[in-house]
């Protein structure tokens, strides 16, 4: 919970220094890039809550803490309809890919299956709770972003499925998208 909060608020703080402060970054190429890996990372961990908790707060913008105690629940149709909209612009004008130097970060085709997995959670059925499943049969709409990731040619299976998690193959051509851990950083 308080993990992927705070990974909310610091996206929504992002986004609201672009929109605000916007001409720091001269490159508009750049400045749009960091809006939807902004974007793409809000919708991952709200993506994340939903599933854990159902109904959440809902922020979009920075909040103070008096407004963050009392934002109630939202419905999970409407957290849904903000992660759907993050990803769509994220699979818009993110790259297909990245140099060495910023791999891990999240591309077109990382947005692209998170948003097959939300339609496909949200396809499924929900048992009369509020939790992830709402039962709109999105099955098809996830089908066809699937279908695009693999027509990209930038993924494939592995010839052993060993190999998939061996430490020496980190970032292998299964991978649609993986954090990027570094140690002896100071």
Avoid: C
């Avoid at 629940?73 to 909209?85: C, E, G, K």
Wanted: aromatic share 12%; charged share 20%.
């Amino acid at each position: 919970w308080n993990a992927n909060f705070n990974g909310i608020l610091r996206a929504n703080v992002l986004l609201d220094q672009l929109e605000k402060n916007g001409s720091i970054v001269t490159s508009a190429p750049l400045r749009l890039r960091f809006e939807a890996e902004a974007k793409f990372l809000r919708a991952f961990y709200y993506f994340d809550l939903v599933r854990w908790f159902g109904k959440v707060p809902l922020a979009d913008h920075p909040l103070t803490a008096a407004e963050a105690l009392a934002l109630p629940r939202a419905a999970i149709a409407d957290v849904y309809a903000l992660i759907l909209s993050d990803l769509q612009f994220a699979g818009t004008n993110l790259p297909e890919t990245y140099a060495a130097a910023d791999k891990g970060r999240a591309t077109k085709y990382a947005a692209k299956a998170i948003e097959a997995l939300v339609r496909m959670t949200r396809s499924g059925a929900n048992y009369g709770i509020e939790g992830p499943g709402l039962g709109v049969n999105e099955w098809a709409q996830a089908a066809t972003l699937l279908n695009e990731v693999i027509a990209s040619g930038k993924y494939s299976f592995l010839p052993s499925y060993a190999n998939i998690f061996s430490y020496t193959n980190e970032n292998n051509a299964e991978v649609v998208f993986d954090v990027q851990y570094a140690t002896g950083l100071s």
